[in-house]
């Protein structure tokens, strides 16, 4: 049975970076994506980025330049930082395992989902 | 703002048959897929490749799709399925996960 568990402060201060780390038991981590999640306070999903697990990163374009996601497989970890936090950055966030497939109705293209969640961690920027 | 565009709430009585809705241009050409997500809990998958139900998930809850938007449909609504529901798939511009806005099931 997979599970992913977040770790990392809970509590950051504006304008610092914000580092959370996610590990894995039941997997072991090859050939898949690993992503981050949040939803701040009264808001829903936001989709932050995922890594291969050889170490290649997508992330959101609306946060790339703040955003960084790696993967630590001797440790069977995968670890996220956020620079230059605010307010807006407060959330819960999720570190999840992404299933990737290959197809599609009219043409096929490669597509992703999440099949299996951490609980998630509280994180509020507040000085 | 969403690519993917979701009725803010939806609600039903008991036994009733619930519909939650997710537009999108890109729903036009690529699957998508259904999270549900409780108070204090983690989103939990309900729905891929837009109509297939994953082990465990059940059979009252279907999806379906005509032209742009996704439909998750549950059939006899229990009150245990009030929730938040989100639909996510890729975006025209090549963003491979992106979600809709959420939509918050009441059973009345």
């Known amino acids: 049975q997979v599970q992913l568990q977040e770790s990392g402060p809970g509590v950051v201060k504006p304008s610092e970076t914000l580092s959370l780390t996610c590990s894995v038991s039941g997997d072991s981590m090859n050939s898949r994506y690993w992503t981050w999640i949040r939803r701040p306070p009264g808001k829903g999903l936001e989709w932050i980025g995922f890594v291969y697990y050889s170490g290649s990163p997508y992330y959101n374009p609306t946060l790339q330049s703040r955003v960084s996601i790696s993967v630590d497989r001797g440790k069977k970890q995968f670890s996220l930082r956020l620079s230059s936090v605010t307010a807006a950055d407060t959330a819960v966030y999720y570190c999840a395992r992404v299933e990737e497939g290959y197809g599609g109705h009219s043409q096929y293209y490669y597509y992703y989902y999440v099949d299996v969640w951490g609980k998630g961690t509280t994180v509020t920027v507040s000085s | 703002s969403y690519g993917l565009t979701q009725p803010p709430s939806v609600s039903v009585s008991p036994g009733q048959t619930a519909r939650v809705t997710c537009s999108g241009d890109v729903l036009g050409s690529q699957y998508g897929f259904w999270y549900q997500q409780k108070p204090g809990q983690a989103p939990v998958l309900v729905m891929f490749?837009?109509?297939e139900r994953p082990s465990g998930i059940p059979e009252r809850f279907s999806g379906s799709s005509s032209g742009t938007t996704v439909t998750l449909t549950i059939n006899g609504v229990q009150a245990e399925d009030e929730a938040d529901y989100y639909c996510?798939?890729?975006?025209?511009?090549?963003?491979?996960?992106?979600f809709g806005g959420g939509t918050k099931l009441t059973v009345l």
């Open positions: 996510q798939s890729g975006d025209t511009s090549g963003t491979p996960v992106v």
């Open positions: 490749k837009t109509i």
